[in-house]
């Protein structure tokens, strides 16, 4: 059987006054248990060098200086891309980009085995606000910090299949798996960082939860993809996000998830022929797929 080692590494809060050296720190020791399990990626959180800074009002200069990337690899991730080098590991990371000519996306990279950054994503759902709200228990100010992506939603060949990546709100809306799906893409991996309240109505806490794995799992099955997804968790500042990593089987079966809300590892060794029968007989596009019926959700 064609085995692919998946591993997703979830980390606890990082808090205010957390360097990215001791959060780096971390990563590096959850590649070093994923390597030890047997993964060829590892898969970390959206914004996994920072605590998640849109939660705060600021300026765009003050969040540039504090908690944006200059560059990629930066000096305070350059450890992690020896350290993926030396283990011969792939991985995923999340961060806050700054690009040369100065704009800003909430920005995920997929790295291979040879440390090499062969595919990058700009976050394209970004939900909350860009207005000040002083009146709620934090912000979150996504649409303040980042612009949209402008690169699209791709795939990429590499560590032997095809793999997609998004981040976070994404995984909530179904064109986001449809159209890597239609690239071929055989796997699709993402971090996020999904705060336990809501603050435009009183929604009951277990929805967090559930609508988080209902979106990987329903994503899964109806695009044949193993997707491995990457929480930040647990209170950072007193503010709490949801935990719930989790690798998911084409099958839409939940294959497995993490129990806690600190730094956990969760492995599994994907079977890459499950998708096979889905993809061969129930979602097969060319047999099945009516695209002259779906023009309603390409427009604006
Ligand atoms: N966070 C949350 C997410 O999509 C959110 C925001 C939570 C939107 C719950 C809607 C419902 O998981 C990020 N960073 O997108």
Redesign the pocket.
Known sequence: KERFGLAVAQMGPIHLNDSRESTVARLMEMMREAAGRGAKLVVFP?LALTT?F?RYWMSEEDAEARFFEPSMPSPATQPLFDLALSLGIGFYLGYAERTENGRHFNTSILVDEHAKIVGRYRKI?L??HSDHKPEAPFQ?L?KKFFEVGNEGFGVWPMLGTTIGQC???D??WPETFRVMSLQSAQMVVLG????SW?IHWKEPAHL?MF??LLSLQANAYQNALWIGAAAKCGAEDGFHMIGGSAIVAPSGEIVAQSQSEEDEVIFVSCDMALGDNFRQHIFNFAKHRRPEHYGLITER
């Open positions: 959206e998640f849109p759902h939900p909350g979150h996504e981040i976070c709100n995984r909530r996020y960082n999904t705060p809501n967090r609508h988080h």
